[in-house]
């Protein structure tokens, strides 16, 4: 019984740390998407302080949605395999 406990943790410890690097490529990656957005419309100093951490978190929302979108995906086509 030990064994399969041992099996479980890892197999949710590994899940976990895919989790967070694909969650933070696809930040990184919406992080460069948006460099080319022109924020300067909408924001009067864009290169100000409060520009930049709306870019941020423009970025950390846009890459957590992609991520999650991903990672869901990877599970349902992990599951597609079960009807078979």
Known sequence: MG???ELAYST???NG???M???LICIALA???LQGL???LW???AKSAQGRMLHLFLAIILGHFVAKFLL???TWSQMLKLMF
């Open 38 to 40: 022109k924020l300067d």
């Open 3 to 5: 064994n399969s406990n």
């Open 12 to 14: 949710i410890g590994t």
């Open 43 to 45: 924001i009067r100093h």
């Open 21 to 23: 690097i694909v969650s």
């Open 72 to 74: 869901e995906y990877i």
């Open 17 to 19: 740390l895919i989790s």
């Open 31 to 33: 992080w460069w998407a």
